[in-house]
């Protein structure tokens, strides 16, 4: 699934720019899409919520337009802030609906896709997200939406729970 950097900031990114990447996503090979599906990173946490990005660009919208599935990616690094969000689900899953679903844009999200990439984890942390993430996709779902997850492939193997993971099928795991 490509990802679209669709903020200034870190990307140095602006709407012309990523303007350019959206219209590629419509690009077909033999009369069939190339993409399906993109993410597109305007979103980060912050005290157990979702955040809209300083520099984030207005982008669901013209991704749908090209009939991809759209991916509302929420991007973070920083493992206290995770647990923050673990320790409040409840708090995060309402961040959700009144931040991205109910935010400019939002009848366009089909989903959620976390690219969490933690400085720190233990296995034990890793169960914690497993549950966060079971939580989320349940909440998700009753919304019509659905919950994907960025792995970090064998380099994570050590961050993530990924025999958890696998348990929770409608969770859907990309590798990068």
């Known amino acids: 699934m490509p990802w679209i950097c669709a903020n200034g900031d870190p990307c140095g990114n602006d709407k012309s720019s990523v303007g350019a990447q959206i219209t590629q996503l419509g690009t077909k090979s033999n009369g069939t899409r190339v993409f399906t599906d993109a993410a597109y990173e305007n979103y980060d946490i912050s005290g157990g919520k979702v955040v809209l990005q300083k520099t984030a660009i207005e982008v669901v919208t013209d991704i ?3 009939g991809v599935v759209t991916w509302a990616m929420i991007f973070n690094t920083d493992i206290t802030e995770m647990r923050k969000c673990w320790a409040n689900t409840a708090g995060f899953i309402s961040s959700i609906s009144s931040v991205i679903i109910d935010g400019s844009g939002g ?16 296995m034990q942390g890793g169960k914690g997200y497993t549950t966060f993430l079971d939580k989320v996709a349940t909440h998700m779902h009753t919304l019509g939406r659905k919950v994907s997850i960025c792995g970090q492939g064998p380099s994570g193997a050590a961050l993530w729970d990924y025999r958890s993971l696998s348990t929770h099928t409608h969770t859907h795991t990309h590798t990068h």
Request: no cysteine; glycine share 6%; aromatic share 10%.
């Open 64 to 66: 749908s337009n090209e």
């Open 107 to 122: 009848k366009h999200v089909n989903g959620i896709n976390f690219d969490w990439e933690p400085n720190s984890m233990t």
